[in-house]
């Protein structure tokens, strides 16, 4: 079974700037999770959909994050403008009943 | 508020020596609790997860946890640590309702010695 694909794995962007993030998550899973990891914490999540909508997404800073999940599979999360503390592991979820599968992460840096 | 408190941030041990981490909660309700292991550029690793029943739960890897409801604790335990363990320990807690949102602990590095 594959697992949740994240990409890209890497970015350097300078503040201000636009950045895009890609999910694709474990098939079949209905429910997926966007977590951001600063340095030296644990994950902190910002956004959860079920299927296409929105389930939770009280910690998003909507002034400058956005996500979507079409047709209730892939996700992205765009930044724009970025700030320095933006600067994260942006790390995916999707869950099957009692567990969620993370992917890889994006490391996200911020200059 | 629901929250994950992971006393340690840095651990040392020696290989073969025993491991303890501790993981402190609070939470409402009866809460689902895991643990979390992450190596450098890795994403998240389920070790094991507790929701009902024994309180003393097996994972992989070796590692077992204890659920002590009295004292709020989840602490994860290996009796014999191997190098391949140095990573970041993560323990979380979630919701029992169909969200599944977990809330996550700040994390312990865990140090293996030769």
């Known amino acids: 079974e594959a697992g949740v694909a994240q990409s890209p794995r890497y970015k350097i962007i300078e503040k201000r700037q636009s950045v895009a993030f890609w999910c694709n998550p474990i098939?079949?899973?209905?429910?997926l999770y966007w977590y951001q990891q600063i340095l030296g914490q644990g994950p902190k999540l910002l956004i959860q959909?079920?299927?296409?909508?929105?389930?939770?997404d009280s910690q998003l800073p909507k002034d400058r994050f956005s996500a979507e999940r079409l047709k209730g599979v892939d996700s992205t999360l765009k930044i724009q403008p970025a700030k320095l503390e933006d600067s994260a592991v942006y790390l995916c979820?999707?869950?099957?009943?009692?567990?969620?599968?993370f992917g890889p992460g994006t490391r996200l840096t911020v200059t | 508020a629901q929250s994950v408190t992971q006393p340690d941030i840095h651990i040392t041990v020696s290989e073969g020596a025993s491991l303890e981490l501790r993981c402190n909660y609070s939470?409402?309700?009866?809460?689902?609790l895991f643990w979390y292991v992450q190596s450098p550029g890795q994403g998240l690793q389920l070790l094991l997860k507790?929701?009902?029943?024994?309180?003393l739960v097996q994972g992989i890897k070796g590692f077992e946890a204890e659920f002590k409801r009295s004292q709020s604790s989840f602490n994860l335990r290996k009796p014999s640590v191997h190098w391949s363990d140095a990573a970041e320990y993560f323990c979380?807690?979630?919701?029992?309702?169909?969200?599944?949102?977990?809330?996550f602990g700040q994390g312990t590095t865990l140090q293996v010695k030769p």
């Open positions: 939470y409402g309700a009866t809460p689902y």
């Open positions: 507790y929701f009902s029943g024994d309180t």
């Open positions: 959909f079920q299927n296409n909508g929105v389930v939770d």
């Open positions: 979820a999707s869950r099957h009943p009692g567990e969620q599968y």
């Open positions: 098939s079949g899973h209905a429910t």
């Open positions: 979380a807690v979630g919701s029992s309702g169909n969200t599944g949102k977990l809330i």
